[in-house]
């Protein structure tokens, strides 16, 4: 009758689910009292385990399944950690993925198996080629992790629905595309969280510690999700293709997984905690952020931009000044076509440019020089509500 417990007032019975792998996991399905008493008469009740409620305690080092006779949902690994062994392929796998952040990338594992609790920043794989180790990555980290890891599909997001996943380590998504404003700020939100409403269908809200950490996957690398220039919590990686492929990679990575998890058992973790998801926005940055911050931009800030950059190269200087009404009769003359309060909402939001009411230099080209082999430059002053646009902040 081990395999029998009641939590409260329901009976659950543990479960060994077959998988195509050939490996088992273990699943906690409810149980109808009188099917017991069926089959194994009424007595039986009185030997079945009894919990007061359910709890999660994440662990993979000191793990307790009852905590003060309450049942822990976070579930146990299968396999023991016990001695050191190679883990040679993983090594390699993980210095393909995160290249030359490979260190980072083991502390945030480390962190993951030591500190489960701990807020940890949003990480995203991206490429837009195939042959990457995206999906493999995720399918080694649900090796490691087992059932407390979940691979979510995008509309997992959108459901209101959420008791499959909101008390796991692991949420991933392959092949994500988030592009709409709620679901950015959805996993933001929890991602520094560490409370959450869990609902399942026929259920009542309860409120419950949320500690897990979400890892995107796309082939998309401009606009899988949104997000803008200030944003601290995503760490994007570009993910290049492998020189030569290697069908039994992941097989080869299963074996090694005890010995792996007794390194980060043991293994320091070299980053020193500076901030509340542990890494600085100066250690998770890459140039794959820029590309996906840039990608995010609409189409008329892409434009005003440019039109920007070609004033700084055809003017030749490190400054311009224009106020809303004077980019936005340059941007008409440019055949840009956009609303002068658009144009002062990029200004402020967008570029984050706070006016000025003072005089300022309105720079243009002298067309009175247009015959003389070289342009010139002509200035003038002006007096209004100004925004400053520096060279460097546009062309770097």
């Known amino acids: 009758m081990k395999e029998y417990i009641r939590v409260g007032t329901e009976y659950f019975k543990e479960v060994l689910c077959p998988l195509m792998s050939g490996d088992n996991i273990k699943s906690l399905i409810k149980w109808n009292k009188a099917t017991i008493i069926d089959d194994f008469g009424k007595d039986s009740l009185k030997v079945i385990k009894k919990y007061e409620t359910f709890c999660t305690f994440p662990s993979h080092i000191n793990y307790q399944r009852e905590i003060n006779n309450f049942y822990n949902k976070y579930e146990p690994l299968s396999y023991c950690v016990s001695e050191k062994g190679d883990w040679e392929n993983i090594k390699l796998f993980l210095q393909h993925l995160f290249g030359k952040q490979y260190e980072l990338g083991l502390d945030y594992l ?19 080629e195939r042959n990457t180790g995206k999906s493999t990555f995720l399918k080694l980290l649900k090796l490691i992790f087992e059932g407390n890891m979940t691979i979510n599909k995008n509309e997992d997001f959108r459901s209101r629905f959420n008791s499959d996943w909101a008390g796991k380590l692991i949420v991933a998504v392959d092949e994500v595309l988030l592009d709409k404003k709620e679901d950015s700020e959805r996993i ?17 809200k309860v409120e419950i510690e949320f500690f897990g950490k979400f890892i995107l996957c796309s082939n998309n690398e401009e606009n899988f999700i949104k997000i803008d220039d200030l944003e601290i919590r995503y760490w994007v990686i570009k993910v290049n293709p492998f020189a030569k492929e290697n069908p039994d990679l992941l097989e080869q990575m299963r074996k090694e997984i005890a010995s792996f998890a ?3 058992t043991h293994r320091k973790i070299e980053t020193q905690r500076t901030t509340r998801m542990w890494f600085t926005k100066e250690q998770i940055y890459t140039k794959a952020l820029d590309v996906l911050v840039r990608g995010n931009r609409t189409s008329i800030e892409k434009e005003i931009e440019e039109f920007l950059i070609d004033q700084f190269c055809t003017l030749e200087l490190d400054e311009l000044y224009y106020t809303t009404k004077d980019l936005h009769e340059q941007l008409n003359l440019a055949n840009i076509r956009v609303g002068k309060n658009y144009v002062s909402k990029i200004i ?24 003389s082999g070289k342009w010139s430059v002509y200035t003038e002053s002006r007096k209004g509500r100004f925004y400053t646009f520096k060279r460097d902040e546009f062309i770097k």
Not at 110 to 128: A, R
Not at 188 to 204: A, F, I, P, Q, R
């Open 110 to 128: 480390t962190i993951l198996w030591k500190h489960p609790s701990q807020i940890l920043p949003i990480l995203c794989l991206v490429s837009v």
């Open 188 to 204: 933001k939100n929890l991602s520094t969280s560490n409370h959450y409403k869990l609902e399942g269908k026929g259920v009542d």
């Open 262 to 264: 007794y390194h980060l």
């Open 348 to 371: 402020t939001e967008n570029f984050k440019l706070e006016p000025k009411n003072s005089s300022y230099n309105f720079y243009s080209l002298d067309l009175s020089t247009m015959n």
